[in-house]
DNA sequence: TTTAGGG
DNA sequence: CCCTAAA
């Protein structure tokens, strides 16, 4: 029997030699404060704390996500931005391995509503009323309860004035990443420092609200941080508006016309918290290595001396921690509400930036994915490339990382890929189609003969996939592409040829699946050389064009590639239009005199003097 | 989703 | 061709 408490400094020593798991909620101020420990413990019947055993813990890793009741640690959690609601995947990883179960702390510090109790409901109501450990939740939910409630009075009691530092408040990732100690003395050193420093007094305040065991880690219940403090009321109470506003330059770098002392007050607060959040998320495996502990911290210690946050919130924004939506799923939804219900009011309040076009998230989060390996375990918005994948399987890799894969179909076979976002930027289906073997079919086919160079067999399309997904460079692809992009004209130019020689209706006969076998995917190379779609326009897609303007009217490309075009997939109502629109242009360069165009341009397509007479005469007919 | 336009 | 804004 047992239940769910945290560490207290005062007990520390029946932990030793044990196994221990130990979050901390690192923060930035963590190198001001001190880190708050967290031990995993359960409560036995007489109600003293019993460390947890390695069985125990081991389950806990084995298990993962179907945490036994008797392990499960709660903590208070700072998470402020909406971004937070992402799960990073060491946060991820460290918390399902401690068990721990996070509350979600919006930025608005909420008052104790994020109690511990809270955040054990939540739980309660959530993971641990999973199937898993349903038979014990109820009792353990009632002692829990208690024992946490007990815990609170015990905090509220000892107040806040709990000197300095616990000697063992060392940061372990998990039972098994003990290589923290070391970072830890180092840590140590610094944290005090800092304290004697007390370089601001709102970042001293803002430290020790947020993780500072100062106030925490002796008092009887140490479990969560002193939230209530996390107020900006507190720390910016006193201060004129003008000073709210320094700080508030002070805190985001910029300046501010708000005289609203209330929004000051809580713009602050929240930076702050913010910049505080920041090193959560240095505790970052990456390559096997625990990293941003020692060198990051330094480093934001610096940059907090310097400016008081810039940068750190900076940081923080791109590496942003998670809740633990993932992980713990409802557990925490309650929270969230608060989170950006306040939040969502605080950003309207404040500027607004204008939402970065599509391109631009999509680069940025390319970069993000290769730097911040697969963070991102957004779901791809694309029906139809999620209906030929799906997320398989979450699977920690020893490198202690968690890798979310997918299985991707391809040609019958299934092969396990990195889970990326995907952000499709041409017709997914038509890669997909090509991609699943769809494109057999014999013709296109001499035209494919000829361009032969860029036809890529299933495999090496197969092969491409995973590439992409991997974000990895293939070492063919690139120089395929190059050929591709450089000769595209010619390629263009044989294809032509081929096309006029041929019977046009052949071709576009040929049905869907030559159609979708499609020349080139697009690609990035290096991430910023993109290959074009690129599609030929042969004589007979032209005549067909030409005349459905002329049955349907220019505008009704909708109806015209319905009529039309249904069998030629790759040519979208957009495509008909622009090309159409080329046509104009073309038909209107040559002078009406000039009937046999004389004005081509190099590589250009010969398109017969006959149809761009039409052309224009449809363009007239239309533009009266 | 479709259309219209800019790039 | 690609990307968006509008409708």
Redesign the pocket.
Known sequence: MGTVVGTVEDRRDMFEGNAQTRITPFSSTNQIGNPVAYKLVRVSGDGSLVPATDEEILEVNDTDMHIPSDTCQTIGYLATDEENVEVDETDMHIASDACQTIGYLPAEGIPSRLSQIESSEAINSGLLHSDNVQPYTDQYNEEMLQKVEQEERLENVHGSQMPSTPADANIQCSNENNFFEEDQVHHEALLQDECKMNESDMMERCSNAVASPKETALSAAAQKPDFSRVRGEICLDNLPIKALQETFRATFGRDTTVKDKTWLKRRIAMGLINSCDVPTTNLRVKDNKLIGNQEKSNDVTNAIRKEMGDDVRATKMKDAPSSTDHVNGHSNGGNHYYASEDYSSEQRAAKRVR?P??????ELSETDDKQQNDKSVIPSKDQRLSEKSEVRSISVSSGKRVTVTRMVSLAGSEIEVPYVSHVR???PRENIMALLGCHSSYLEDKASAAESNLNLSPSQLSSEVVNRDSVEKSASRPVQNEFATSDENNVEHILSEVDQEMEPEHIDSSGNSSDENNI?V?IMQGGAL?R??????TLSEIAKLVEGVSKYG?????????HLFSSHS??????????W??LLKTSFAQSPSNSVGSLKKHGSMHIPTQILLRVRELAEKQSQ
């Open positions: 939402k076009t599509r391109r631009y998230i999509e930027r041409s017709r080139g697009p993109r074009k779609h690129h599609r030929a326009w220019a505008g009704k490309w909708s109806e015209i590639k319905k790759y040519r979208t109502s957009v495509d008909l239009k622009d090309k629109r080329n």
